[in-house]
């Protein structure tokens, strides 16, 4: 017991130092939503943000270099998401740097996106009931 209390010490200690801290990346996405019946066929930015997350596991990182996290969009169960976001995390032990780390995310933010345009047949410029009818993406480091 006195060594396990001793580890979790030593390793809440690390986190507090910066030690153990990891590089957090988030993306977001942003479209113009609706309702799903009469607005069907609109881009979804929660799709886009699900599509970004497949491309960045095909990035060629290595697997356990970072997590995925905290897949939030949309606003009700039956409408077409105006908004979606994720989380990445490096571990830090994992050898990624993070300027590689954002790069990967960035391209597949850009991946997700062009995907869901794509499929949705909407380009950049189009406008559907006034708003950006495209999805538009952001890749920050809080």
Avoid: C
């Avoid at 130092?17 to 607005?39: K, R, W, Y």
């Avoid at 979804?44 to 990035?59: D, I, P, V, W």
């Avoid at 830090?92 to 991946?111: P, R, W, Y």
């Amino acid at each position: 017991m006195k060594k396990t209390i001793s580890t979790l010490f030593l390793v809440a200690s690390a986190w507090g130092t910066g030690m153990a801290q990891a590089q957090t990346i988030v993306a977001e996405f942003q479209g113009p939503g609706g309702h799903s019946s009469g607005n069907y066929g609109r881009t979804s930015a929660l799709h886009a943000a699900a599509r970004a997350m497949m491309e960045l596991q095909k990035s060629g990182l290595p697997a356990g270099s970072y997590s995925v996290s905290e897949l939030t969009g949309g606003n009700s169960v039956n409408s077409i998401a105006s908004d979606g976001k994720f989380v990445v995390k490096l571990n830090a032990q994992s050898g990624v740097s993070e300027s590689d780390l954002l790069a990967k995310v960035t391209a597949a933010a850009k991946a997700g996106t062009d995907a869901e345009n794509a499929f949705r047949n909407v380009k950049p410029g189009d406008l559907t009931a006034g708003a950006p009818a495209d999805i538009r993406y952001s890749v920050t480091q809080p």
